[in-house]
């Protein structure tokens, strides 16, 4: 086992930048030796002195960049160090003591600014730390963050191909494959800002196929009150959809769900039938394919039968469960009917591991984005263009400029192809499935809540007191108080980041998520370690 106790308090990151081996990079292209002092042109030099200020600033452009490249490796170096800290906690009011945020009226030097970069990684949470496992977004795919180099250099929009010809394209194939996998073998998607937005997207695309008008009628277009179903467990931003798009959350139907976090069909139904009663206008059903807390997965096929009675729009938020959809052993029965939703949210920077942000919205209908959101900006989407304009993507959109999130994941699938993001999926349930079963064998020391859909592992940690307790009201009360305790002492510690939360049936408990491709059994067996030792005097 590890002994973290004697990890130093991030010492492996840079206070300053570090020193290079001669000879490494300083050499002059065509061999010949010569030596200079860096650390003092970094004193001495300003954003001036580098391009595109200082036409001849290369040699110093190149040794600032390289610099940072240094810090950026150490830290990647040190996120996958099992014996370096995920995190070096202080509370606010002393990490603002411990850091200089303050915005200056003169620049600073660029060895200031190197200082600030190894500072800020310094106090960062390592997330791709293989004992990490606090978020649905865990672990540092290398290719990917490669990717996001790469896209921060080119520093492009994504609103036309005009100015981003090769990352559109990309888009356009990965989105098509995305949607072959999901069963379309037609339709349109887009890379949007999150989960969140995805399934905004989606709102938006349902009403209006249902009210054309109402892009240029607004609510008079509706002549009545649309209400939307969900389940009890759905993530919030289907609830903030009908708050934003003025619905009212009121209209936002939870439908209660069962013991392991699915929508019951037939509570659907009824409350589908109660709203129509009402004379209001049912348009929509939410079916969350990997809920974010159980990592349930709604009943599709039931589902769309019931909006297929109603002829409701069918959306499945994937944002989570999706990347299910690249096994051939996991992906039945979770995704079983997928290819019957009219829309799907479905997240890469999840369960697939690309880095942050990279989420899609994916449309069975062509053309639904292009009509419900075209606005025609003349400035940008002219039609008299040298090429083909059904490739500028920027009038499909709510947004004007728009992240290149595609070549992180074009670079990853390429790196990995699709078997192997089929052995990422079928691993990460095996490593779920071995930590059920070391809990399994520990049930003196820990309690598994229900038995997991997808890499969510819920469960409760039992401290000596609470051992040879019933498994009460009383116990299960003590069980939710201790997690925010044990939690602190993680943090504390910097060894360990598992979440909890309580949900509608249960106190809180922990939450552990396993999407790292760093993980492994040995991971596991020293985060329950780990927690015994941290808790087990709680």
Known sequence: ??????????????????????????????????????????????????????????????????????????????????????????????????????????????????????????????????????????????????????????????????????????????????????????????????????NLYAFLAARHKMFPTYKEKGLSAIGGQLV????????????????????????????PSDERGRIIPSKLEELILERKARGHIPFFVNATAGTTVIGAFDPIPEIADICQKYRLWLHVDAAWGGGLLLSRKYRHPRMTGVERADSVTWNPHKLMGALLQCSSIHFKEDGLLISCNQMSAEYLFMTDKLYDVRYDTGDKVIQCGRHNDIFKLWLQWRAKGTDGFEKHMDRLMELTEYMVKRIKQMPDKYYLILEPELVNVCFWYLPTRVRNMPHTTERIKILGEICPILKGRMMQAGTLMVGYQPDDRRPNFFRNIISSAAVTEADVDFLLAEMDRLGHDL
């Open 228 to 255: 939307m179903f969900t389940s009890d467990q759905c993530h919030y931003s289907v609830k903030s959809c009908a708050s934003v798009c003025g619905l009212g959350t009121d209209n936002c139907v939870m439908v």
């Open 1 to 198: 086992m590890h002994d973290f106790r004697k990890a130093t308090d991030c010492q492996r990151c840079h206070a300053a930048t570090s020193s290079r081996r001669s000879g490494e990079y300083d050499e002059e292209p065509t061999g010949s030796g010569r030596e200079r002092n860096d650390t003092d042109k970094m004193v001495s030099s300003h954003q001036t002195n580098i391009l595109p200020h200082n036409v001849e600033g290369y040699p110093a452009t190149r040794e600032f960049l390289m610099k940072v490249v240094d810090i950026l490796l150490d830290f990647v170096k040190s996120t996958n160090d099992r014996n370096a800290k995920i995190l070096d906690f202080h509370h606010p009011a002393d990490m603002m003591r411990l850091l200089d945020l303050e915005i200056p009226d003169t620049g600073l030097t660029l060895q200031q600014l190197l200082l600030d970069c190894s500072m800020t990684l310094k106090y960062q949470v390592k997330t791709g730390h293989p004992h990490f496992f606090n978020q649905l977004s865990c672990g540092l795919d290398l290719v990917s963050m490669a990717g996001e180099w790469l896209t921060a250099t080119a520093n492009t929009n994504m609103f036309t191909y005009e100015i981003a010809p090769v990352f559109i394209l990309m888009e356009h194939v990965v989105l098509q494959k995305m949607r072959e996998l999901i069963g379309w073998s037609g339709g349109d998607s887009i890379l949007a800002p999150g989960g969140s937005i995805s």
